[in-house]
């Protein structure tokens, strides 16, 4: 079933959007969705009905209570499966977020595939999180990082990509699409170039996963990662998508109850993937959410997604270039609804937070992409970004509140 794009309707979804009133009681208008998006009901009400109805703990006990947990909990690893076009559920491990699934990988690659001198590539774009846990790698074990560069527009400079490859490589770790710059990255081509170089492909699919169709099984990528607190679900849940012949490879990650087959006193042995590497107590809760998300989304016609989203992107763009001295930092033609910018001689917090006291929430600083702030020329931005419960009346009380502080400054 395809939405209709009734906005008013898709806005209902979202009772924060109604009842949120913040700073000198404004209305919120809510910009920050490329940070977290906000949640639709049928997600608060499938954690409320956890906690108030089926609250137990899963794959353990004997009672009724966690055999229901347990099938809402796999439940969604079978819906996170089909919304990627993974082939099975045990492709999907569920983490606390993105963060920790790139960890996961280069923890366990790292302790059983990287070699001293072995090269992984990284791209000048990366969030923190796919940028940090390589070089933690590259310092403990003596491997190479290679960068892919940006180009003024905030497009991956991909002219001379086959020459980062050589036979040492081992691994591309690249963004789907930017959070600070919102460029959208042509990964199929990476992934294909990368296997054609015996490499492996970890995709970070944070922020595209939320404004289009993921077909991973197409794209043929051998991990894929994202945050269900960016795709309208709960903080604290987070997929890594495997191909299965590298998680059977890979050594468990965190260790304890439930990643184990059987454990003496003198050694252990591990359950089959996904259960090795989900050791613990997961954040039922969470993933029970996320699967009321996965049906929320499941709703969306992604073309009209697209095309509503673009709109929106469109005409903020429009409006913001037609304001003196402000600059657009990311002009790729392929861009998500994402878009950060600067204003000459104002510091970007100042602004960020006069937007506040009218109600607008944007975000300011470097948005966890401080080498891509670097290539671009800045320290920091404003960003806004957008989900499907904007609409253009959100970007009109923008840029009348954006006039409005640049009128004080200037
Ligand atoms: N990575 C998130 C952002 O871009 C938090 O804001």
């Known amino acids: 079933m395809a939405l209709d794009f009734d906005i008013a309707s898709i806005r209902d979804d979202f009772s924060i959007l109604k009842n949120s009133y913040v700073a000198n009681n404004n209305k919120l208008v809510y910009l920050d969705s490329a940070a977290t998006t906000q949640k639709p009901n049928i997600v608060i009400e499938a954690i409320n009905n956890y906690y108030s109805k089926l609250n137990s703990n899963v794959h353990r006990s004997a009672h009724y209570l966690a055999a229901m947990a347990t099938k809402y909990f796999e439940d969604t690893r079978l819906k996170t499966a089909k919304f990627i076009n993974a082939k099975s559920a045990d492709n999907i491990i569920f983490t606390s977020g993105a963060t920790e699934s790139i960890n996961l990988v280069a923890n366990c690659l790292g302790r059983s595939y990287l070699k001293v001198e072995d090269e ?33 527009n905030g497009e991956l400079d991909l002219d001379n990509l086959d020459k980062l490859f050589n036979n040492k490589t081992k691994l591309l770790c ?16 990476l992934i294909d170039t990368a296997h054609k170089n015996n490499a492996y492909v970890l995709i970070d699919g944070s922020q595209l996963a939320v404004h289009g169709k993921v077909d991973v099984s197409e ?12 795709l309208y679900g709960p903080t604290g849940v987070g997929v890594l998508y495997g191909k299965l012949e590298l998680l059977e490879k890979m050594p468990p990650y965190k260790t304890g109850g439930e990643m184990i087959e059987k454990v003496t006193l003198d050694k252990s042995t591990y359950a089959e993937v996904p259960h090795k590497f989900e050791a613990g107590t997961p954040n039922i809760s969470g993933v029970i959410g996320f699967g009321a998300a996965l049906d929320y989304v499941n709703k969306f016609d992604w073309n009209i997604v697209n095309s509503y989203e673009n709109d929106l992107l469109k005409y903020c763009t429009d409006k913001l270039l037609k304001i003196d001295k402000l600059k657009i930092i990311g002009t790729s033609d392929k861009k998500g609804p994402i878009i950060s910018f600067i204003i000459e001689d104002i510091h970007a917090n100042d602004i960020g ?11 300011v600083g470097h948005h966890c992409a401080m080498p891509a702030m670097e290539a671009m020329g800045v320290s920091s931005t404003l960003r806004v970004s957008f989900a499907v419960y904007n609409n253009k009346k959100d970007i009109d009380d923008f840029i009348l509140a954006l006039n409005k502080v640049l009128s004080i400054f200037r």
């Open 120 to 152: 992984v590539i990284i791209t000048e774009m990366e969030h923190h999180a796919n940028i940090v846990p390589w070089q933690i790698l590259r310092d403990e074990l003596g491997i190479k990082l290679q960068v892919i560069k940006l180009k003024d």
């Open 219 to 230: 794209l043929d990528c051998d991990f894929f990662v994202f945050s269900a607190h960016k």
């Open 353 to 363: 937070s006069l937007l506040d006291e009218s109600g607008i929430a944007v975000r």
């Open 174 to 189: 690249v963004s789907a699409m930017s959070n600070a710059l919102g460029s959208i990255n042509p990964i199929k081509k």
